[in-house]
Structure formats: structure tokens, C-alpha cells
């Protein structure tokens, strides 16, 4: 079955960085595009950042261009997030989850979600 | 870009239908299929219930279904049942720069 499973989240001062990894089993990864969605505490999601299952384009919210870089290592079977210049309001539970469309390219939603990994930005 | 617009919380005795907005703009919402529904419960990941605008992945009850008009998007929920206590997120594919736009959730409660 696919799973998702995030890491590399914690307690972190502000501007700092931090990586987030997405281990991913039960499916082909490198057939499919990848995305990391975040929920700030008690509020709503936000699509953060994608890339193409090829790894060869990616893209980012407005609100992180700049900061979050998007990877992933299709040899290993997982999808990388790094954060730079951590500030108060990146603190959210960060998911990764799976695009529908496989090797059609992006069908922009996400059809299998990890549990995510907490990020907390606070001095 | 804002947020695609839902109401903050809609609510349903056992047995009734309810229905969930989503209203964005001809960018997004109003402008293509690419169109997604999400039920989220307390401290769980959210879950895919529609894609498409009205397809459902296997697995989800047809009591779910789903349609879009013009710039808004709804979600129908028939035969409400305890179990569909949950956050409701909508979601779309806007050309304007975010690329990917969500609703800012719906508190389902059954009474």
C-alpha cells in the first residue's frame, strides 16, 4: 500500500534552516509529481511547493519563493523540503502528498498524504 | 491571492444532506476541472474525497458527490452520518501565480 512518511521536523530558532524528508513506499515515486501542503495551528492548509515526477521542474506559494527548495531522489525514493531563514509564521504540521496523475505530469490534487512532521519556529 | 471562499461551518442532524461551498474566481475555480475536496478529522492527515470536480477515487462512499457552476464549486454530503464530523477543505489549480489555491475549511457538525 502507499505510504508517506515525513521527518525532520522540531523545535527551531528563527532563521535558521531545516531539511524535511518524505520517505515513499508502495509505488512507483519517480512516476509521480510531489507536494508539500502545511497546516499552521488551528488554521487551514496551504499548498506550499511541487515538482514533476522527473524532478526536472518544481514550483512554489507566493508566501515561500525564495526561502523553500524543493529535491527529491528518485534512486532513494524521497522527497526533500529545505527551509532557510525559518521565521514565526513556517510553524505548521508539513505534509507530503502524492499528485494523481503519474507520468501524465500534475493533476494538482493529492491523493495519498503522510501524517506529517511539526515544525515550531521559536527562540 | 486569497483563499478560495467557504463557509466557516455548516451543520446536519443524521440522515440529512448538507452542502459545502466553494467560491473562487474564473482563475481558478471558474476556469478549469482542476477542482478537489478534502475531509479532514481532529489530528488526522486530510483525505482525497473528490477530484475532478465530481470524480470520486475508490474507496469513497457515493454519499459523497460533488459539482461546480460557474466560479463555485459544492459538495454534497448525503445521508449524514456521525462518522462525517470533520473539517471540509476545498481545493483548485489558479493560473495566477500560487498555482494551487485551498478554501479556508468547513466545520462539519452533526447534531
Known amino acids: 500500500q502507499v505510504q508517506l512518511v515525513e521527518s525532520g521536523g522540531g523545535v527551531v530558532q528563527p532563521g535558521k534552516s531545516l531539511r524535511l524528508s518524505c520517505a515513499a513506499s508502495?509505488?512507483?515515486?519517480?512516476?509521480?509529481?510531489m507536494h508539500w501542503v502545511r497546516q499552521a495551528p488551528g488554521k487551514g492548509l496551504e499548498w506550499v511547493a511541487l515538482i514533476w515526477y522527473g524532478g526536472t521542474d518544481e514550483d512554489y506559494a507566493e508566501s515561500v519563493r525564495g526561502r523553500f527548495a524543493i529535491s527529491r531522489d528518485n534512486s532513494k525514493n524521497t522527497l526533500y523540503l529545505q527551509i532557510h531563514n525559518l521565521r514565526a509564521d513556517d510553524t505548521a504540521m508539513y505534509y507530503c502528498a502524492r499528485d494523481s496523475a503519474g507520468l501524465r505530469g500534475l493533476d494538482y490534487n493529492f491523493d495519498y498524504w503522510g501524517r506529517g512532521t511539526l515544525v515550531t519556529v521559536s527562540s | 491571492q486569497s483563499a478560495l471562499t467557504q463557509p466557516a461551518s455548516v451543520s446536519g442532524s443524521p440522515g440529512q444532506s448538507i452542502t459545502i461551498s466553494c467560491t473562487g474566481t474564473?482563475?481558478?475555480?471558474?476556469?478549469?476541472?482542476?477542482v478537489s475536496w478534502y475531509q479532514q478529522h481532529p489530528g488526522r492527515a486530510p483525505k482525497l474525497l473528490i477530484y475532478d470536480v465530481t470524480r470520486r477515487p475508490s474507496g469513497v462512499s457515493n454519499r459523497f458527490s460533488a459539482s461546480k457552476s460557474g466560479n463555485m464549486a459544492s459538495l454534497t454530503i448525503s445521508g449524514l452520518q456521525a462518522e462525517d464530523e470533520a473539517d471540509y477543505y476545498c481545493?483548485?489549480?489558479?493560473?495566477?501565480?500560487?498555482?494551487?489555491?485551498f478554501g479556508g475549511g468547513t466545520k462539519l457538525t452533526v447534531l
Open positions: 474564473s482563475s481558478d475555480v471558474g476556469g478549469h476541472n482542476y
Open positions: 508502495g509505488f512507483t515515486f519517480s512516476n509521480y509529481g
Open positions: 481545493s483548485s489549480y489558479t493560473t495566477v501565480n500560487t498555482h494551487i489555491l
